[in-house]
């Protein structure tokens, strides 16, 4: 789950100008020259010559070595669209400063496939939201997944490492229900003046339920933990060319963790556009033409993706009206719009998950009253009353 910060604190690596210092002197040519990266509080880029590399603050909970082997062994598998771990010549791959770890990666060049980025919360994390819901995104989704299943299938040793963090479904759907129950209340007590909470809880108190159950009933998928998952694909971590659509990298590994294949085709499906069927069949189709992928993990598609959006909406609520910190910030509108948009996808899997029931046919049902005539048809107004038509009055003289 990302958090997000205020922008015009993002124009330079602030808080922590003096650690991506002192990680470039330890980590980099002697005379690398430092710049900010708008947007990104974790990264720095770094130039010496010809060369660049992102220089990145690693998050406490992250990973950064099984990380590293990760995408050592993707870009051994000739798969060059992930960024490559730079190996120190007298330092260790990771160095500590004052309690943030570091390191340096090949700088891969950023055009990401969204059009508005530097967006932060104010806790000073990206604000990473969908793209327009009328935006062409099949072409570059398609080549997403065709590119995160040769990574998976390039990472699956060092997913099967013993020391691999796990991120199984059973450990998704028991984040899920824990934040839930965290922002339920708080959200809940504004509810009634918010339109958005209100169909967001309706979401969750239904999907929730059906999603265990899903998950509960495929053990061998639910605690998977086969391949590499990037664990945050959003259209800022994926980069494109000018042509706007040809996949020129995919970066922001930070999350990865040894999991499902489901977690990032779940971002596919609803992060990058709105989740519909067929584009989840073509992510299903594309994934397939490249890695395998069983009948139950296709299954359970669905509920994947809308535990993360029970879990995105959520977050973006809160930030869009209970943060009195972003009333006067250019990324309020961004959320507000970027939130609705997640929020209709989550009640699309909503009625895919829990189906409304429909209602019952044959029951008894009202006849007309006496003296009256009903319509035979079997129309809308089928089993209705019509009125009697009047008799006409006979002419004079007739008969």
Known sequence: MNSHQSDDESARPEADAAGFEAAAARLLPEGARLDPVVGARRVARATFGDEQWAV??????AHPGFVRDALTAIHAAGIEVVPVPHVPVVSEPVVEIAGARYDA??????????????????????????????TPTDEIITAGVAAIARCHLASASVAARPDAPPKSLALVIDGARHRWRERRPRLGAIAADITE??????????????????LGADA?????????????????????????????????????????????????????????????????????????????????????????LLDEVGWLLELGFMDDRLHDDRALSFVRAGMKNLLSSLETLTAVLVPEPKPARGGWRPGPRRGTRTSTSRGPGEGRAESPRPSRPRRRGAG
């Open 56 to 61: 990145r603050r690693w998050r406490p909970e």
């Open 105 to 134: 990666q090949t700088w891969l060049p950023r055009r990401p496939l969204n059009r508005y980025g530097g967006l932060l919360a104010p806790d000073g994390e990206s604000i990473n939201l969908p793209l327009h819901q009328t």
């Open 197 to 214: 909470i209100r169909r967001w809880l309706r979401c969750g108190t239904r999907i929730l339920p059906a999603a265990s159950d899903l």
């Open 220 to 308: 061998e998928a639910v605690n998977d933990t086969s391949i590499v998952a990037h664990g945050d694909l959003w259209p800022a971590h994926l980069l494109v060319g000018p042509d706007g659509v040809t996949l020129t990298g995919i970066i922001d590994w930070e999350y990865a963790r040894a999991g499902s294949p489901l977690v990032d085709l779940a971002a596919f499906a609803t992060h990058i556009s709105g989740w519909s069927a067929a584009r989840a069949e073509l992510i299903l189709g594309a994934y397939r033409e490249i890695a395998p992928l069983s009948p139950g993990q296709r299954r359970l598609l669905p509920a994947v993706a809308a535990l993360g």
